[in-house]
């Protein structure tokens, strides 16, 4: 949702960030599966690290300074691009791949002047997909842009066949659509030249 002030659109932000329930969910079932497929007793003390990273989770937009200048803080909080990536699996990894090695700066005088980006990791921008879409854990979309490693590929298509189908594309591609609404939610990608 937004609207138009002196000729300057602005975005309408919803109170609470969107969050996946099973967001760092991913790497401690795997310890604890591993632990019993050995007959081991889970270590208390990694357990409790597990914890310490979800409560970080849980309380990190609790300062009003860790929203600025986050794109993440935009994305997990604007109503529009929210319900884009519920209802379409495709725009969803779309978004994903464009946070992959690409660096974003605010789209605001100070912001650009200063060179402040914004970037994350590929692991990370999976995250911040699941938690937009309010399930799963950064493993449901790291490299899903490389249809060989995705569960769903079928070794008698090629890459480009599949992602044709799929229109999932490969980490680090930015679609026009994804520019497009970047550019709405008021960020910028940084296209360096080499």
């Not at 978004?95 to 002047?113: S, T």
């Not at 399930?135 to 090629?158: F, H, P, R, V």
Request: hydrophobic share 30%; aromatic share 12%.
């Amino acid at each position: 949702m937004s609207f138009v002030l002196k000729s300057r659109k602005f975005n309408i932000f919803m109170t609470n960030a969107s969050k996946s329930p099973d967001r760092h969910s991913f790497q401690k079932k795997g310890y604890i599966e591993r632990c019993e497929e050995k007959g081991e007793t889970p270590n208390d003390g990694y357990l409790d690290w597990f914890q310490t990273i979800l409560e970080r989770e849980n309380t990190k937009w609790d300062n009003p300074k860790s929203r600025e200048n986050s794109m993440e803080w935009d994305l997990v909080t604007t109503d529009w691009i929210l319900e884009k990536v519920r209802s379409s699996e495709s725009y969803a990894q779309n978004l994903y791949a464009a946070m992959c090695n690409n660096e974003f700066v605010k789209r605001e005088m100070w912001p650009i002047l200063k060179d402040q980006r914004w970037g994350c990791s590929w692991r990370y921008a999976g995250g911040i997909i699941a938690d937009m879409r309010q399930e799963g854990d950064y493993i449901d979309w790291y490299c899903s842009g490389m249809g060989g490693l995705n569960q769903e590929y079928d070794a008698k298509e090629t890459n480009e066949e599949w992602q044709k189908r799929t229109g999932y594309v490969p980490e680090c591609m930015v679609t026009e659509e994804i520019e497009n609404d970047l550019h709405k939610l008021g960020w910028l990608v940084i296209k360096d030249s080499e």
